[in-house]
């Protein structure tokens, strides 16, 4: 069955340091999607992809970076990890032409001491 | 004007009653409203959807009603049981701006037996 996977599901990370979330999807979805969750503001666009080598900034995308090298994955970049990043981070994917039904990876707990 | 105001932001329900969740949003652009459940844990899945031609959609249990002209709509859940404890997120999205959805604040959802 065709899935979306995120890794790790929980990190702990230090002030200042560069975190790489992975995000890999068996759907063959053109569209992919990083969120972050935080109580009180739903989820928020980080960035956004429509395919290889495309990239756009979602609504609060300061401070984080993506990539697309192929259509599988879209790792999302913290490069120097602040407190105000802890929070869950959801990757999500859909087709082209579909794209409000997103399916939704199980998420990553980070947490920036 | 790109966001969706969700209320309440938490609900408690006995089993067999009705959940009301409400959303109101301002962009006239939007022409897509999905609603996605999220259980603790998981990443949110896509519940049921409607778009502003009709102004209701029924799937079982769950109804969303669309009152286009006050810019609002909500999602019913009739006979609510404790399976359907959960956060629920309503989002809108401009179908021709493909994949990006503008999430509300969700709601959590307590039934009680």
């Known amino acids: 069955d065709a899935e979306i996977t995120q890794s790790p599901r929980h990190k702990i990370t230090e002030t200042g340091r560069q975190v790489t979330l992975a995000c890999h999807q068996t759907?063959?979805?053109?569209?992919m999607f990083w969120y972050r969750q935080d109580l009180g503001h739903g989820l928020r666009l980080i960035h956004y992809?429509?395919?290889?080598?495309?990239?756009n900034k979602g609504e609060v995308s300061d401070g984080y970076s993506v990539s697309r090298s192929n259509t599988e994955d879209l790792p999302l970049t913290l490069e120097s990890a602040a407190s105000s990043q802890t929070s869950v981070y959801f990757c999500?994917?859909?087709?082209?032409?579909?794209?409000?039904?997103?399916?939704f990876g199980p998420g990553t707990r980070l947490t920036v001491t | 004007q790109q966001q969706v105001k969700q209320s309440p932001q938490s609900l408690i329900v006995q089993k067999g009653g009705i959940s009301i969740i409400n959303c109101a949003y301002e962009?006239?652009?939007?022409?897509?409203f999905p609603w996605y459940q999220q259980f603790p844990g998981k990443g949110p899945a896509l519940l049921i959807a409607?778009?502003?031609?009709?102004s209701e959609k029924k799937e079982g249990r769950f109804t969303i009603s669309f009152n286009k002209s006050a810019k609002q709509f909500s999602l019913h859940i009739m006979d609510s049981q404790p399976g359907d404890s959960a956060t629920y997120f309503c989002?809108?999205?401009?179908?021709?701006?493909?994949?990006?959805?503008?999430f509300g604040q969700g709601t959590t959802l307590q039934v009680k037996p």
């Open positions: 992809s429509y395919g290889v080598q495309d990239t």
């Open positions: 409607i778009r502003p031609d009709v």
């Open positions: 759907w063959n979805h053109n569209n």
């Open positions: 989002a809108a999205s401009i179908s021709s701006n493909t994949g990006k959805l503008i």
């Open positions: 962009n006239t652009a939007f022409d897509y």
């Open positions: 999500a994917s859909s087709a082209r032409g579909e794209g409000y039904e997103q399916y």
